[in-house]
């Protein structure tokens, strides 16, 4: 009998946001049952001797947090852009990054 208890389920939907030397990927997967959770995942590129590796954190999110998590992300972007930095023009960040060399080396398999 196959040990699957490692492997990432199937990907629904894949998003991805680069900032930099960090990626963020916000992939809706599936469970056996057809229920569907978010993973949230940064990777971090960094460099090791004389080549790239990338570090990685993950996040998972049932849809019974969804609410809950959106609303406490939301009020602390607020707070920052409200009232930790009102005069800060936030609207620099709105374009979107050029493609870069190391595109291919961020994609999950």
Do not use: P
């Not at 707070?79 to 979107?96: A, G, I, P, T, Y």
Request: net charge negative; no cysteine.
């Amino acid at each position: 009998m196959e040990d699957n208890r490692g492997n990432d389920r199937e990907e629904i939907f894949s998003r991805r946001v680069k900032a930099g030397k960090r990626t963020y990927f916000f992939d809706v997967k599936s469970t056996k049952s057809n229920d569907y959770y978010l993973t949230i995942t940064e990777s971090k590129r960094r460099m090791r001797d004389d080549s790239f590796t990338f570090e990685k954190h993950k996040i998972f999110l049932y849809k019974e947090d969804f609410n809950k998590f959106v609303e406490a992300l939301q009020d602390a972007v607020d707070h920052v852009k409200n009232d930790l930095m009102s005069d800060f023009d936030f609207s620099q960040f709105d374009r979107e990054e050029s493609e870069n060399e190391f595109d291919d080396e961020l994609k999950w398999d």
